[in-house]
């Protein structure tokens, strides 16, 4: 069974530049959720994919956004980089909506 | 919202039974509690996770009082291997909701 891969691993960006992340959920899991970790911090939940659709946002701007695919893999995509967008940025999966979460080993994101 | 509390800090000896609360108002009232392990580098890792009363695994028990305001993670008899960060998860309002982690320090 193949766990919850992320890609790239590691990021440099510059301000104002766009970015894609990429999360390949764990098979038979058709829920993702991506969350962003400063350092020293919990993580914060940016929003949750269910079969395609959002399924619950927290407090992020627009500019960030996502997708789900038909095979549940997802990308979480931010437009016009801030330095504050520097992070951990961490994906996880679950069979169904709030169960048992499975997450991915994380996109270090540095913008400078 | 909801907003969590953990404690932020805390140290333990091998062999201890450790402790540690988180404290969550305005939780969702039909969505789990879990609770979460993370090392250094690396993505968090599912503990155990609970509704209400009490449940135990094979690593934790999880005390949850019935007003559900908040929750006790239980690790008996930690080793030096259990240092890490523990995070509390809630739901609210469709959102999940990460404390902001107890640092474990568990020392010979």
């Known amino acids: 069974e193949t766990g919850v891969t992320q890609s790239p691993t590691h990021l440099i960006k510059t301000r104002g530049q766009q970015v894609t992340l990429r999360c390949s959920s764990q098979s038979g899991h058709n829920t993702v959720s991506w969350y962003q970790q400063a350092l020293g911090q919990g993580p914060q939940f940016i929003f949750q994919y269910y079969r395609e659709e959002e399924n619950g946002r927290g407090n992020f701007p627009p500019r960030f956004s996502g997708l789900q695919f038909p095979n549940y893999s997802s990308e979480l995509n931010v437009n016009a980089l801030e330095l504050d967008d520097s992070a951990l940025y961490l994906c996880a999966s679950s069979p169904k909506g709030y169960n048992e979460q499975f997450f991915g080993p994380g996109t270090r994101l540095t913008v400078l | 919202l909801a907003k969590t509390t953990q404690p932020i800090s805390m140290d333990s000896y091998e062999g201890q039974e450790v402790n540690i609360t988180c404290s969550h108002n305005?939780?969702?009232?039909?969505?789990?509690i879990t609770w979460y392990q993370q090392f250094p580098s690396q993505g968090p890792r599912f503990i155990i996770q609970g509704y209400k009363t009490k449940v135990t695994n094979e690593v934790a028990s999880l005390f949850i009082p019935a007003d559900r305001k908040s929750s006790t993670l239980s690790l008996p008899r930690v080793s030096l291997s259990d240092t890490a960060v523990y995070y509390c998860l809630v739901v609210q309002g469709g959102k999940l909701i990460f404390g902001q982690g107890t640092e474990l320090s568990v020392k010979p």
């Open positions: 305005n939780i969702a009232t039909n969505d789990y």
